[in-house]
């Protein structure tokens, strides 16, 4: 089996957008119920997840249950969490309302101007840098082969069946009964694919700033998410501020005005943001299909897997999508929760044998 992973050079890899929210309750919009149970699934099976690559590995992944804050600073906000609330309390998820003066008891970083707060206790993170780390470890120490400096030009096929990738440079072939497209935005440079039989995917820049703070942990211990923004501890004095949503192609640049605007939302809700120190300013690019869902499984072509278009949420759905993709090369049943991601979706194309 190959899977094709970000690419198509190196030299054009870019980080993702990736904070490391593990948050379906929080994220989920209105209009966004499958990928919300989809998510749901995800975070159930991440304990597990964890364990079993902490046990493979001996790696720390960065995995915190330390709970989301939504946050409010005015009436037109507050009353945005009110809606969220009600839709959450509809599904049976665990969300409690909080006066600012209940915030602030349980995150005092918070500023008093602060008018509304939703207490979201299921909702954690990871550090996602951590976590690749350990499954490239427990990958290769399974025997897995990872080439991180190579370049796929197309997927081969032979008639109808995907048999392998060819390499830019080399040309080399490499043969495999499966192949995984999980090359995020970089997917439409793959070549050897008709449009038929592609997952349409486009770029959505995030601009993101990584910081710490020099007296170590504590200024927050909860994700704190807010209109435009959120800002995600790592447990240890790191902290994540993002990030921007921006339709922008494939440009990656970091921008004056991404980090004013980012640092001006946080600030007005934890002032002390502006004690930290920056230790990195990037931006990424989210990979996005035209519903905003993943595409996950067996596509158009037969031998030809996705696992691509995850949008805001790549590592949340991360133990879903493999499960999920791993049901399709084996032949096993996915699960319900499936079909609505099926990447046949945008062909029409019935999906393979
Ligand atoms: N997953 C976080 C973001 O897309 O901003």
Redesign the pocket.
């Known amino acids: 089996m190959i899977v094709l992973e970000r690419g198509p050079e190196p030299a054009k890899q870019t980080s993702s957008?990736?904070?490391g929210?593990l948050a379906p309750i929080s994220e989920t919009l209105a209009t966004e119920v499958p990928l919300m149970r989809l998510g749901l699934a995800s975070v159930q099976a991440y304990p597990g997840f964890v364990e079993e690559l902490t046990g493979a590995t001996g790696m720390d992944t960065g995995y915190l249950r330390c709970g989301t804050l939504l946050a409010a600073r005015d009436g037109d906000e507050a009353e945005a969490l009110s809606r969220e609330l009600a839709l959450r309390e509809r599904f049976g998820l665990t969300v409690h309302r909080l006066r600012a003066s209940e915030a602030r008891r349980l995150e005092p970083a918070l500023a008093p101007t602060l008018r509304l707060a939703l207490d979201v206790p299921d909702d954690h993170a990871i550090d996602p840098r951590k976590l690749t780390a350990a499954l490239a470890a427990a990958f290769t120490r399974v025997g897995g082969e990872l080439r991180t400096s190579a370049r796929v030009a197309e997927v081969v096929a032979r008639g109808e069946r995907v048999t392998g990738v060819r390499l830019a440079g080399t040309g080399e072939q490499l043969s495999a009964e499966h192949v995984v497209m999980a090359a995020g935005v970089w997917s439409e440079e793959v070549d050897g694919l008709a449009d038929e039989a592609r997952v349409p995917i486009h770029p959505v820049k995030?601009q993101?700033l990584r910081l710490h703070d020099p007296s170590g942990p504590g200024l927050l211990t909860r994700v704190v998410r807010f209109t435009g923004g959120?800002l995600v501890p790592r447990g240890d004095g790191r902290y994540v501020l993002?990030?921007t949503?921006e339709e922008r192609g494939f440009d990656t640049s970091v921008t004056a005005g991404a980090v004013f605007e980012l640092l001006r939302d946080a600030f007005e809700l934890l002032p002390s943001v502006t004690e930290l120190v920056i230790d990195e300013l990037s931006a990424g690019l989210?990979p996005a299909t035209p519903d905003n869902l993943p595409a996950i499984g067996p596509g158009a072509r037969a031998g030809l897997h996705w696992a691509a278009g995850h949008?805001?949420?790549?590592?949340?759905l991360t133990p879903i999508t493999a499960q999920i993709a791993l049901a399709g090369i084996t032949g096993e049943d996915p699960g319900e929760l499936a079909a609505q991601f099926a990447p046949s979706r945008f062909s029409g194309i019935p999906v393979a044998a």
């Open positions: 957008v990736a904070a929210m995030g993101i959120y993002g990030a949503m989210r949008f805001r949420h790549g590592i949340l």
